[in-house]
């Protein structure tokens, strides 16, 4: 399996309720950082969090780290319709080769 | 501040054309990243480059791949006589010399169909 795999593949919930999206990877990283894609477009960075943090908070995001299990989630609390996308986590491995390794992505659909 | 810009949105090759993708990044970035999405797949690595310079190319086939960046202009990543399996989206992203913490900033792809 590849650096970076989402968990789950597609996501469907109500308007309203919250989504969690997990990440495993396997490697010493810097920091991960979840993503997000909307259909046909590029990829938009949504947060970082670094390898001595165990969670960040921005908006209605969550993201936790666990580095002694490689993994990693997002939490997206009272979900809207705009949240529909593809959300990708990314990894910057410790060691500096400066790209970023992206996992395969969670499709979430918000059903309004 | 217009952001990523790649072009051309859209290009229909046939097979055995080439194919050039155009990509300014950022004002103020100077690192240049290349990834190729496939359908309902993530994104894979292909190039590293700074001004003038191949930093990591490990992701970049070796035959009918290349890409530059130079002193003046956009990146272009060129793909000769294509193949119906390079059709993607090909996406460029960037981000600013030191910054840290590796944060990219994509431009909304250029997506390749070979014919």
């Known amino acids: 399996s590849q650096q970076g795999e989402e968990d789950p593949q597609a996501l469907s919930i109500q308007e309203g309720e919250n989504a969690t999206m997990n990440c495993s990877y396997k490697?010493?990283?810097?920091?991960l950082q979840w993503y997000r894609q909307n259909s046909g477009r590029g990829l938009v960075h949504l947060i970082l969090?670094?390898?001595?943090?165990r969670e960040k908070h921005s908006g209605r995001l969550r993201v936790t780290l666990d580095t002694s299990k490689k993994s990693s989630s997002l939490l997206i609390t009272a979900s809207r319709a705009a949240d529909t996308a593809s959300y990708f986590c990314?990894?910057?491995?410790?060691?500096?080769?400066?790209?970023?390794?992206f996992g395969t992505g969670t499709r979430l659909t918000i059903i309004p | 501040n217009a952001g990523v810009m790649q072009n051309p949105r859209h290009l229909v090759r046939r097979r055995g054309q080439e194919a050039r993708l155009r990509c300014s990044p950022m004002?103020?970035?100077?690192?240049v990243y290349w990834y190729r999405q496939l359908p309902e797949e993530g994104l894979k690595f292909m190039v590293y480059?700074?001004?003038?310079?191949?930093?990591?190319e490990s992701g970049m086939p070796k035959e009918r791949f290349s890409a530059e960046f130079p002193k003046e202009g956009p990146s272009i990543l060129r793909i000769q006589q294509v193949v119906r399996g390079d059709s993607a989206a090909y996406f460029c992203?960037?981000?600013?010399?030191?910054?840290?913490?590796?944060?990219?900033?994509f431009g909304a792809g250029s997506r390749l169909t070979v014919l």
């Open positions: 992203a960037s981000s600013p010399a030191d910054s840290g913490a590796n944060v990219l900033t």
């Open positions: 490697t010493s990283i810097n920091n």
């Open positions: 969090i670094r390898s001595n943090e």
């Open positions: 990314a990894t910057d491995p410790f060691g500096g080769n400066e790209k970023l390794t």
């Open positions: 004002k103020g970035h100077s690192h």
């Open positions: 480059l700074q001004k003038e310079n191949i930093i990591d």
